[in-house]
Structures are given as C-alpha cells and as structure tokens.
C-alpha cells in the first residue's frame, strides 16, 4: 500500500500549537509566531493536520469561511516530508471542506518567489487575480504576494 493512503486528516487542535509551530519555522524562513497560530482557532477558522502512519504530523492548514468565501492562510509540510504528495493531500481536503461547509469561492495569497506552491495552486483551478507590492518580508527587503483565486 502506497504511504499516502495510510495518512489521516484530523482536526487541528490547540495542543497541536507547538508541533506545527516547529514544522513552520522549519519550513519557512520567515514563519508564523505562536500567537497567530493561537489566534486561528476562532469562530470562522477551520484547521486540520495530516499525519503519517506513525501519528506524527507532517502537514496542516489554516483556512477561515466567511459565508461562501475560502481563505487559504496557511498550508505547510515538514521539510523532511515535502515531495510525497502530502500538499496534494491537504490542498484536496481543504477544497473538499470548504465546499462541504458552503464555500463557492476561495482566495489564498503567496510569495511570488514560491514557485512550487503556485504549481500546486495552478493544478486546483486557482489563477493569479492581483498583486500586492511588497507584502512580504524577505532577505531582499520585500517580496509581492500574488492573489489567487478559484471557484468550486
């Protein structure tokens, strides 16, 4: 059996904090802090993780709906873990949640530098909608976040 298949997709918990925390900073050079990961546990937010065979996490989500719109704040993968699929398993189930709970529209922003998350984002029906100068900070000084945005 193929690894991929044996993952689960579980809710993501406050207690999960400082494991998605510690897969973030791995990640990314310019993380996000514990507060605005503690901050996403609100009314509008949902949240899962996506664990190995084993029970360890090695990706989640952040998204919040707003009525029928999606936002994408935050999708990641463990560095050691990136390539196996595990994007596509997270980016699947977010649109497949987002549609369950009503959803009809869905808008993320990244870094224009992030090559392959724009792929993964292009493979899902997302298209550049707009551009915000300098949104990012970078080891340039600012980097543009691209818009994007699908319909499900």
Same mark, same amino acid.
């Given at each position: 059996?193929?690894?991929?298949?044996?993952?689960?997709?579980?809710?993501? +918990? *406050?207690?999960?904090?400082?494991?998605?925390? *510690?897969?973030?900073?791995?990640?990314? +050079?310019?993380?996000?802090?514990?507060?605005?990961?503690?901050?996403s546990?609100?009314?509008?937010?949902?949240?899962?993780?996506?664990l190995?065979?084993?029970?360890?996490?090695?990706?989640?989500?952040?998204a919040?709906? $707003?009525?029928?719109?999606l936002?994408?704040?935050?999708?990641?993968?463990?560095?050691?873990? !990136?390539?196996?699929?595990?994007?596509? $398993?997270?980016?699947?189930?977010?649109?497949?949640?987002?549609?369950?709970?009503?959803?009809?529209?869905?808008?993320?922003?990244?870094?224009?530098?992030?090559?392959?998350?724009?792929?993964?984002?292009?493979?899902?029906?997302?298209? !550049?909608?707009?551009?915000?100068?300098?949104?990012?900070v +970078?080891?340039?000084?600012?980097?543009?976040?691209?818009?994007?945005?699908?319909?499900?």
């Amino acid at each position: 059996m193929h690894k991929a298949a044996m993952n689960k997709v579980e809710l993501l +918990s *406050r207690d999960d904090i400082v494991a998605v925390l *510690r897969i973030e900073q791995a990640a990314n +050079s310019y993380p996000w802090t514990e507060a605005a990961f503690a901050s996403s546990f609100a009314d509008s937010y949902f949240s899962y993780k996506l664990l190995d065979y084993a029970g360890n996490i090695v990706g989640f989500y952040i998204a919040q709906l $707003i009525l029928e719109q999606l936002e994408l704040f935050n999708i990641c993968v463990a560095p050691t873990q !990136q390539g196996k699929g595990y994007g596509h $398993i997270l980016m699947q189930h977010f649109l497949k949640e987002g549609a369950a709970r009503g959803a009809t529209e869905v808008f993320l922003e990244v870094r224009s530098s992030n090559l392959s998350a724009i792929a993964l984002y292009q493979r899902y029906g997302f298209t !550049q909608t707009g551009l915000r100068k300098g949104y990012y900070v +970078s080891s340039a000084g600012k980097e543009d976040a691209l818009l994007m945005s699908c319909t499900l």
